[in-house]
């Protein structure tokens, strides 16, 4: 599984291992109709929207754990990241319902191999969003972008339940670089037991 905050790479690096592993990819949901009003703080659009990626999230990761077929699997998120933005975005009373729903999914999706969480700087963050120009990320301030990030540092400093291996991609762009890209497909070659912390030199 590869994790981490909005523009940190996931789905490039996601995309890169499942070609070089030739392995089964799962997507992310990237077609959620109620993110626009969300990021334009709609009342309301919280809770539909991460109802909605909770159930989307878990439909792709059981759908792809029932085909009988053998070999590796790469997936652009991790079950537990839908929790990480409920914790963010929904009121007390919107969470006691969400939660309820997330215990009785999460029980049979099983815990992956590998996770590897990208972090970066919420500065880096925010540079990057606004190089990408996607229109739905427009509305999204550095506020919430610094608080996305503060959470994943929160939830992995505690994760446990996979190896882990965290690579600060602050000074790095893999996705503009092949030569920081190769890097670390090179670190991904040796195992990880544990948790473990990669930190790239990047161009300096």
Do not use: W
């Not at 996931?10 to 109709?33: G, M, W, Y």
């Not at 652009?76 to 990241?81: Q, T």
């Not at 996705?175 to 930190?199: A, C, I, S």
């Amino acid at each position: 599984m590869v994790e981490g905050p909005i523009r940190v790479g996931k789905s490039t690096l996601a995309k890169v291992l499942a070609e070089q592993l030739h392995a089964r990819r799962i997507f992310d949901c990237e077609d959620n109709p109620f993110l626009a009003d969300f990021y334009n703080e709609k009342s309301g659009a919280a809770f539909r929207a991460q109802m909605y990626f909770l159930h989307e999230r878990y439909r792709r990761l059981s759908q792809i754990q029932s085909q009988d077929t053998a070999g590796p699997i790469v997936s652009d998120f991790l079950f537990e990241r839908d929790k990480i933005f409920a914790y963010l975005n929904l009121d007390n009373e919107e969470l006691k319902l969400y939660e309820r729903y997330f215990d009785m999914l999460a029980s049979s999706i099983p815990p992956p191999d590998l996770v590897i969480y990208l972090q970066a700087k919420p500065d880096v963050l925010l540079k990057r969003v606004s190089k990408k120009g996607d229109p739905a990320e427009t509305q999204i301030s550095s506020e919430y972008l610094e608080a996305v990030a503060n959470a994943y540092e929160h939830f992995f400093f505690r994760y446990s339940a996979s190896n882990l291996l965290v690579v600060d991609t602050s000074e790095i762009d893999f996705v503009e670089r092949n030569q920081d890209l190769q890097e670390l497909l090179r670190r991904l070659r040796q195992p990880v037991k544990g948790t473990q912390y990669f930190l790239p030199l990047g161009q300096s």
